[in-house]
């Protein structure tokens, strides 16, 4: 039963390893790796049923009992982040089987993806800190070479800038992580959750706080997302939809789980610098959201304001703002990477990614339009779509615990964020066809398919919002008390 | 010993911050790999450097040094490894491309 914990990330691995092999077969490497995604996506959901059930999780990898071996520790947070990444990867894997070049198709694009993947499940699952950085590390590695794969000039100077900003902010990590295990001499979360519980929070435990946080900083594009619109708008579509959906996640992740397991003893200080800096995200983002006429700059700047939307949960950290959180990650994940793949078919079709050069293509392809218009409507939080409750409770948890300057950010962002996708359906959609019916470039059959797919998900996760409830709370519950993850994975040995 | 082996971690950090800081791309990722040894000294001083034996059964001593560093270190080389290596490669393709290997001229416009 256990065991089942280690398929996430160990199955796109084997599969991604076989797939090196087929490197000419690009539909098969395509099928099979879709197939492999599913399998995860249906052992994450049975997972998330376990733990609701039984409690959370734990496999001791070779035996070694906790605090002294590697281990995966699953949690609904965690489970729930691993059942959308494997699903949303699914769905991007089928977009790219139907659109993408054969060229890209047999340069190990799929395997690439697979392993991207694997690095994201275990980041999520990994109850080890050091354990954390490696999967960081799969994942980083993974992101420089499908950032690199395409071979335009564009993105191999995006990509060094990209590659350079990781390896600084993993150097970082190390830091961070040589001074803590020479603090604490543990590197399991729980066992440093209770240490630190019980030696109290020092000013040099907040210090190594801070230093883990501008590392997931980095990672989430936390104030820290200079390097993010570049290397998000230049790779091929596909790639730019999964980063979207998935890599600055696993830093958002990394920021919640440290920061309310580990550190959070005196949130006067860290909560306090986490709250200012996502205020500041907030207001970068959205100004560089209106600011640009590339529609995939805007995207990509898209991201950075859902980060810091998600980040004002964890600096408010009462229970109804991290569930609100927790919706809006899930949510952001499904639409994200909807918004780049539809905009990235807007991007083929027309040829161009400036707003000038596109006009009127409602007329040509009326449902690519309409699934724009949902795509912002679910993004700017419109009931009944999947934005809607994430908002409503991160909005209510600011109003109860009185921070009136987040609260403003938030909403006004929202407002940039429907301004600012509004403004390309206004630009691009609607006004003058330019194009006339005949000389319309075909969309390719199926195109669509994955598009509508993450439509019907966003309604559904909008209108399935009762369903999702009790994971959700259960999710929450277990961040804001330690003790029940500590006691889960220390419990038998206290 | 343990100061010594910070200083000289301050010492390789500093290089390493003066290459990073440089226009040119092969100097940048000289400080990158510098950068990563630095900090495995620092990992390394962190398990307390001479104070016993090594932790095998056989030994009959008061004390054992502390082995986890060496298995971070071990682990945390590896990657560095693969990743100056990928990047020495990404490097040089970008040469071929843009034909340049200075920083500032890959800075490149909007509009491409």
């Not at chain 1, 830093?251 to 860290?270: D, K, N």
């Not at chain 1, 908002?391 to 609260?407: E, F, Q, R």
């Not at chain 1, 409830?469 to 206290?494: K, M, R, S």
Request: glycine letters at 8%; one cysteine or more.
């Amino acid at each position: 039963m256990n065991s089942l914990l280690v398929f996430p990330m160990l199955l796109p691995i084997i599969v991604g390893v076989l797939l090196i092999f087929l490197r000419t077969y690009g539909r098969l490497q395509a099928w099979v790796s879709i197939g492999a995604m599913v399998i995860t996506t249906s052992i994450s959901g049975f997972l998330l049923h376990q733990v609701q059930t039984n409690g959370i999780i734990r496999l001791d990898f070779g035996g070694w009992e906790p605090p002294f071996g590697i281990l995966f520790v699953a949690d609904s947070f965690s489970v729930l982040l691993v059942l959308t990444a494997s699903l949303i990867t699914a769905i991007c894997l089928s977009y790219a089987l139907i659109s993408t070049s054969k060229e890209l198709q047999t340069m190990y694009f799929y395997p690439t993806v697979l392993f991207l993947i694997a690095g994201v499940n275990g980041s999520f699952l990994t109850g080890d800190l050091f354990n954390l950085f490696v999967c960081f590390e799969v994942m980083l590695l993974s992101s420089y070479v499908l950032l690199t794969l395409g071979n335009s000039k564009r993105q191999l100077r995006e990509a060094i800038k990209y590659v350079s900003i990781n390896i600084v902010s993993s150097w970082f990590f190390l830091v961070a992580l040589a001074f803590l295990y020479g603090t604490l001499g543990t590197l399991n979360m729980a066992h440093m959750a209770v240490r630190v519980a019980e030696v109290g929070q020092t000013p040099l435990l907040t210090t190594i706080s801070i230093v883990f946080l501008i590392v997931f900083s980095l990672k989430a594009g936390l104030l820290l997302y200079f390097w993010l619109p570049g290397s998000y708008s230049s790779p091929p579509i596909v790639t730019s939809a999964l980063f979207g959906a998935l890599l600055t996640k696993v830093g958002i992740y990394a920021l919640f789980r440290v920061f309310s397991l580990i550190f959070y003893h005196q949130p006067e200080v860290t909560h306090t610098i986490i709250g200012v800096m996502a205020a500041l995200t907030l207001i970068g983002g959205s100004l560089g959201a209106i600011a640009f006429n590339d529609i995939r700059s805007i995207a990509a700047y898209n991201v950075v304001i859902a980060v810091g939307f998600m980040l004002v949960g964890l600096a408010i950290s009462t229970p109804s703002a991290i569930e609100g959180s927790i919706y809006y990650v899930i949510h952001d994940m499904v639409a994200k990477a909807l918004l780049f793949l539809v905009i990235g078919t807007m991007v083929t079709l027309s040829g161009t990614s400036k707003m000038a050069g596109m006009s009127g293509l409602m007329k040509n392809y009326p449902l690519l339009g309409w699934s724009f218009f949902i795509t912002m409507l679910s993004l700017a939080g419109i009931p009944p779509l999947s934005g809607f409750i994430g908002k409503i409770l991160l909005s209510s948890a600011a109003i109860d615990s009185g921070s009136y300057v987040l609260l403003a950010l938030a909403l006004l962002s929202s407002l940039f964020v429907l301004y600012s996708l509004l403004r390309i359906f206004k630009n691009c959609f609607w006004g003058e066809t330019i194009v006339s019916k005949e000389e319309q470039l075909p969309l390719r059959r199926g195109v669509l398919i994955p598009c509508l797919v993450l439509v019907a998900l966003t309604i559904a996760l909008g209108l399935g919002t009762e369903y999702m409830a009790p994971y959700i709370t259960n999710a929450a519950e277990t961040l804001l008390n330690p003790d029940i993850y500590v006691d889960a994975v220390l419990g038998n040995i206290q | 010993m343990e100061s010594m082996i910070i200083v000289l971690v301050g010492v390789l950090t500093t290089v390493a911050i003066y290459l990073v800081l440089s226009k040119n791309v092969v100097r940048v990722i000289l400080g990158t790999a510098i950068l990563s040894h630095a900090v495995h000294l620092l990992i390394l001083s962190m398990g307390d450097l001479k104070i016993g034996t090594v932790p095998l059964l056989g030994e009959e001593a008061s004390t054992y040094v502390d082995a986890l560093p060496q298995a971070l270190i071990l682990t945390a080389i590896v990657i560095s490894f693969a990743v100056t290596a990928f990047i020495l490669v990404l490097a040089y393709r970008a040469y071929q491309e843009l034909g340049t290997d200075d920083l500032g001229a890959m800075r490149g416009s909007q509009d491409e």
